[in-house]
């Protein structure tokens, strides 16, 4: 079965620090990359996504992420991360096959000023 | 432009009373999806309308589980009756699927946040 894995759980960071956030997916067909934050008490936002083309794509907020196929991965990453940063971040990934959205388990950003 | 409108927000009830949820998907999406969230977990699809048809309910439990979109537009979904472990939030999700290989974008409302006693 598809299942995207977030290896991150809790990260807790310092403002200014640099941010990678790791997802990893086990299809392998092509697919749909997409990230989402949720900012305490608010609903589920899109960061960016990846359909086709550049596999470097960047989203708000000066997050980016890069597709690496042969890895099957979809970091997330921001080179100086902001105390607003605090946030959950969920990777997510569709398959053309299923077209069904599967999750991530998430990964819950803390940073301190 | 609005976005997904979803209530109640939360809604607390004992075991084996019936519950339901409502959504408004964002005005000329066609497609709306159910997922339930459980506490630290992310999203889990329940099922998916393209217009007023449920084209994907596999994972929705249909002994007690139900859900309708008559007239393709918004959308209900009941639980009857409640079980403990149906403690979560449910959210509710648009997307305009123009078909075809082109990847669509869903876009959440705030969920309802389900507490059963």
């Known amino acids: 079965a598809q299942s995207v894995s977030q290896h991150n759980h809790h990260v807790i960071l310092s403002e200014a620090a640099s941010l990678e956030l790791g997802c990893n997916y086990s299809?392998?067909?092509?697919?749909?990359l997409f990230w989402y934050v949720q900012y305490p008490g608010q609903h589920l936002q899109l960061l960016l996504k990846?359909?086709?083309?550049?596999?470097l794509v960047k989203g708000i907020k000066g997050f980016e992420a890069e597709f690496i196929k042969s890895k099957f991965s979809f970091n997330l990453r921001k080179p100086s991360v902001q105390w607003s940063d605090t946030a959950e971040y969920f990777c997510?990934?569709?398959?053309?096959?299923?077209?069904?959205?599967?999750f991530g388990t998430g990964t819950r950003l803390q940073v301190f000023p | 432009e609005a976005g997904v409108v979803q209530s109640p927000r939360y809604k607390i009830i004992e075991k084996k009373q019936p519950v339901a949820f409502w959504c408004n998907p964002i005005?000329?999406?066609?497609?709306l999806y159910w997922y339930r969230q459980n506490l630290g977990q992310g999203p889990e699809l329940l099922i998916r309308?393209?217009?007023?048809?449920?084209?994907?309910d596999s994972q929705l439990p249909k002994d007690r589980f139900s859900a309708e979109r008559l007239k393709g537009v918004d959308s209900t979904l009941k639980i009857q009756p409640a079980e403990l472990g149906d403690s979560a939030v449910y959210l509710c999700?648009?997307?305009?699927?123009?078909?075809?290989?082109?990847?669509?974008?869903?876009?959440f409302g705030p969920g309802t946040r389900l507490t059963v006693l």
């Open positions: 999700a648009s997307s305009l699927d123009l078909g075809g290989l082109a990847g669509t974008e869903q876009f």
């Open positions: 299809y392998g067909g092509t697919v749909n």
């Open positions: 309308y393209e217009n007023e048809e449920a084209v994907d």
């Open positions: 990846y359909f086709s083309g550049d596999p």
């Open positions: 005005s000329g999406h066609n497609t």
């Open positions: 997510a990934v569709k398959s053309y096959n299923t077209d069904k959205l599967i």
